[in-house]
Protein backbone atom coordinates (compact mmCIF):
# COMPACT_ATOMS: atom_id res chain seq x y z
CA UNK A 1 0.00 0.00 0.00
CA UNK A 2 1.28 3.29 -1.31
CA UNK A 3 1.10 5.90 1.71
CA UNK A 4 1.43 10.04 1.16
CA UNK A 5 3.26 10.50 4.48
CA UNK A 6 5.28 13.67 5.09
CA UNK A 7 7.91 14.02 7.71
CA UNK A 8 7.75 17.90 8.41
CA UNK A 9 8.18 17.06 12.50
CA UNK A 10 9.26 19.46 14.90
CA UNK A 11 11.15 19.07 17.88
CA UNK A 12 11.41 20.82 21.03
CA UNK A 13 9.96 22.62 24.48
CA UNK A 14 5.66 22.76 23.41
CA UNK A 15 5.57 26.31 23.64
CA UNK A 16 8.74 26.73 21.27
CA UNK A 17 7.42 24.65 18.59
CA UNK A 18 3.56 25.69 18.76
CA UNK A 19 3.45 29.13 16.79
CA UNK A 20 5.17 27.11 14.14
CA UNK A 21 2.99 24.15 13.87
CA UNK A 22 -0.08 26.77 14.11
CA UNK A 23 1.49 27.86 10.57
CA UNK A 24 1.91 24.29 9.39
CA UNK A 25 -1.30 23.32 10.12
CA UNK A 26 -2.95 26.54 9.13
CA UNK A 27 -0.52 26.27 5.54
CA UNK A 28 -1.86 22.53 5.07
CA UNK A 29 -5.64 22.51 5.61
CA UNK A 30 -6.44 25.70 3.85
CA UNK A 31 -5.30 23.62 0.44
CA UNK A 32 -8.55 24.06 -1.27
CA UNK A 33 -8.09 19.67 -1.88
CA UNK A 34 -8.28 19.45 1.74
CA UNK A 35 -12.01 18.08 2.41
CA UNK A 36 -11.23 17.33 6.34
CA UNK A 37 -8.44 17.06 8.24
CA UNK A 38 -7.69 15.08 11.78
CA UNK A 39 -5.01 15.71 14.65
CA UNK A 40 -3.95 13.23 16.60
CA UNK A 41 -0.93 11.14 18.52
CA UNK A 42 0.63 8.02 17.94
CA UNK A 43 3.68 5.88 17.97
CA UNK A 44 2.82 4.26 14.98
CA UNK A 45 2.45 6.56 11.91
CA UNK A 46 1.50 3.92 9.49
CA UNK A 47 -0.55 1.97 11.17
CA UNK A 48 -2.92 4.94 12.09
CA UNK A 49 -2.85 6.46 8.82
CA UNK A 50 -4.60 3.17 7.62
CA UNK A 51 -6.89 3.52 10.07
CA UNK A 52 -7.57 6.54 9.46
CA UNK A 53 -7.98 5.85 5.95
CA UNK A 54 -6.75 9.68 4.79
CA UNK A 55 -4.75 10.49 1.81
CA UNK A 56 -2.14 12.08 3.15
CA UNK A 57 -0.31 12.83 6.90
CA UNK A 58 1.72 14.95 8.09
CA UNK A 59 4.13 13.83 10.95
CA UNK A 60 4.12 17.34 13.18
CA UNK A 61 5.95 16.69 16.17
CA UNK A 62 8.24 13.92 18.21
CA UNK A 63 9.32 13.74 21.19
CA UNK A 64 10.45 11.05 24.06
CA UNK A 65 8.13 12.68 26.14
CA UNK A 66 4.33 12.05 26.45
CA UNK A 67 3.32 14.80 28.50
CA UNK A 68 5.29 17.65 25.53
CA UNK A 69 3.14 15.45 23.33
CA UNK A 70 0.11 15.58 25.08
CA UNK A 71 0.49 19.90 25.57
CA UNK A 72 1.18 19.62 21.23
CA UNK A 73 -1.69 17.76 20.99
CA UNK A 74 -3.87 19.34 22.93
CA UNK A 75 -3.01 22.39 22.09
CA UNK A 76 -3.33 22.19 18.59
CA UNK A 77 -6.69 20.21 18.39
CA UNK A 78 -8.09 23.49 20.58
CA UNK A 79 -7.36 25.69 17.91
CA UNK A 80 -8.58 23.81 15.30
CA UNK A 81 -11.67 21.99 16.36
CA UNK A 82 -14.21 24.50 15.64
CA UNK A 83 -12.91 24.83 12.24
CA UNK A 84 -15.41 23.35 9.51
CA UNK A 85 -12.91 20.86 7.97
CA UNK A 86 -12.00 19.51 11.55
CA UNK A 87 -12.79 15.40 12.36
CA UNK A 88 -12.20 15.38 15.62
CA UNK A 89 -14.63 14.78 17.48
CA UNK A 90 -12.90 15.26 21.36
CA UNK A 91 -11.56 18.78 22.44
CA UNK A 92 -9.20 16.95 24.19
CA UNK A 93 -5.73 15.30 23.28
CA UNK A 94 -6.39 10.95 23.06
CA UNK A 95 -9.80 10.63 21.70
CA UNK A 96 -10.82 8.66 24.55
CA UNK A 97 -7.60 6.49 24.31
CA UNK A 98 -4.97 5.97 27.29
CA UNK A 99 -2.36 7.98 27.49
CA UNK A 100 0.40 5.30 26.98
CA UNK A 101 -1.13 3.86 23.85
CA UNK A 102 -0.66 7.06 21.71
CA UNK A 103 2.40 8.40 21.60
CA UNK A 104 5.26 11.05 21.16
CA UNK A 105 4.56 11.86 17.58
CA UNK A 106 1.49 14.50 16.72
CA UNK A 107 0.68 14.05 13.28
CA UNK A 108 -1.90 15.70 10.75
CA UNK A 109 -4.18 13.65 8.75
CA UNK A 110 -5.31 15.02 5.72
CA UNK A 111 -8.69 13.71 3.62
CA UNK A 112 -8.47 15.09 0.26
CA UNK A 113 -10.58 15.26 -3.26
CA UNK A 114 -7.70 12.99 -4.97
CA UNK A 115 -9.24 14.33 -8.20
CA UNK A 116 -7.74 17.45 -7.52
CA UNK A 117 -5.19 18.74 -9.94
CA UNK A 118 -3.03 20.26 -6.95
CA UNK A 119 -3.27 17.47 -4.96
CA UNK A 120 -1.78 15.31 -7.84
CA UNK A 121 0.91 17.74 -8.26
CA UNK A 122 1.84 17.78 -4.59
CA UNK A 123 1.95 14.47 -4.45
CA UNK A 124 4.39 14.45 -7.31
CA UNK A 125 6.54 17.41 -6.21
CA UNK A 126 6.72 15.31 -2.50
CA UNK A 127 7.68 12.08 -3.86
CA UNK A 128 11.12 13.87 -5.73
Known sequence: MNRNIFNKSET???QDVIPKLIGVVNSEIS????KGFYIGRTTDPKRRYDEHGCDMMVL???????????????????????HDKCRNEAESAGGGIPQKE???IVYLC???DKSDQEFLMRLLEEAK
Open 12 to 14: GWP
Open 60 to 82: LYKTDSDENAVTVEEDLIKRFTS
Open 110 to 112: LFC
Open 31 to 34: RKYV
Open 102 to 104: NGG
